[in-house]
């Protein structure tokens, strides 16, 4: 099984950058997500990592650190709108993805 | 590209009655979709992976005579909640694996409240 863990809560100010850190222990892995979650709504995917080091994808990167267990998930820029939940999920060898339970990130003016 | 509907959005039933939902991916083939419960303020539970042509497995714990699932497309997978309570009232998820091997995309969700 997976046991991932991430902080609950997370509060910044507009402008800013936070980072969310995500650790985990997995008996099989085969790739780890980053998903935005607004409340009432679906994830939506914000990056995959497979392998060691950093992806850039325009206000957001990731990164992942395969031998610690680690990753983590910076929000530059913040905006209002980023305001959410944030949910690190782990793929395992079936394919299956493991949720942590999720960053509520709260932006303020 | 990479759609995935879900219907109804919202429903409300009567405890002791039978709910279905739907999911599609609407622009690309599906083989493998994937039902998701979620309870307030609580991250994502797996409930059972759904190959199209074949039996869902379930993870443990989700009772399959309960959830039924059923994939009979590449475009479709229902979850059928039978003889619901209250106690499955929760936010329904489906996702599908995309086209490319690691995109999972979800649906909107369908919120189930039993009374």
């Known amino acids: 099984g997976q046991n991932i863990d991430q902080p609950t809560e997370m509060t910044a100010t507009e402008g800013a950058i936070v980072q969310i850190n995500c650790t985990y222990q997995?008996?099989?892995?085969?790739?780890l997500f980053w998903y935005q979650q607004h409340a009432g709504e679906a994830p939506t995917f914000l990056s995959y990592?497979?392998?060691?080091g950093l992806e850039e994808k325009g206000r957001f990167s990731s990164f992942l650190s395969r031998s610690k267990g680690y990753s983590y998930l910076l929000l530059k820029e913040l905006q209002m709108k980023d305001s959410a939940s944030y949910l690190c999920a782990v793929r395992d060898g079936d394919y299956k993805l493991s949720f942590g339970a999720g960053t509520t990130v709260t932006v303020r003016a | 590209g990479a759609v995935v509907s879900q219907h109804p959005s919202w429903v409300i039933c009567k405890s002791g009655t039978s709910v279905k939902i739907e999911c599609r991916s609407l622009d690309f083939q599906a083989t493998t979709m994937f039902w998701y419960r979620q309870f307030p303020k609580q991250s994502l539970m797996l409930m059972a992976t759904?190959?199209?042509?074949?039996?869902?497995?379930?993870e443990q714990g989700v009772e399959k005579d309960k959830f039924l699932i059923n994939h009979a497309s590449l475009t479709l997978s229902t979850l059928t909640v039978t003889s619901a309570h209250p106690e499955d009232s929760s936010f329904y998820i489906c996702?599908?694996?995309?086209?490319?091997?690691?995109?999972?995309?979800f649906g909107p969700g369908t919120r189930l409240t039993v009374t």
């Open positions: 996702s599908a694996t995309g086209p490319l091997d690691y995109e999972q995309y």
């Open positions: 990592n497979v392998l060691d």
């Open positions: 759904s190959n199209e042509g074949s039996k869902a497995t379930y």
């Open positions: 997995t008996s099989g892995f085969n790739g």
